[in-house]
């Protein structure tokens, strides 16, 4: 399964359909990379990713300014999907 690369990702708000990308690095068992939409480029490290399932937290832009984010995910195939946990609740993406 690949978890590592740089992909295209909708993340599903409350406020409509947000369009960004995501890139991944994997060094065994540790996660990092950045997140990015139209305003901004987040970097983290400190992930995890176990087979297809990764998770880590990172501070993303949003209108509102950044907001923590609990970011958990899964890759099924060639379709990469999960869910954020912030501060105003979960948001889908893929």
Known sequence: MKTEGNDKL???????????????T????????????????????GGAVDGGTVSFCTKIPTPIGKLKAYIMGAV????????DIVALGPAAWN
Not at 10 to 24: H, N
Not at 26 to 45: I, K, M, R, Y
Not at 76 to 83: I, Q, V
Request: proline share 2%.
């Open 10 to 24: 909708t993340l599903q708000t409350p406020v409509g359909a947000q369009d960004g990308s995501m890139t991944l």
């Open 76 to 83: 099924e195939g060639d379709h990469f999907s999960g869910k």
């Open 26 to 45: 994997t060094d065994g068992g540790t996660l990092s990379g950045s997140l990015a939409n139209s305003q901004e480029t987040v970097d983290f490290t």
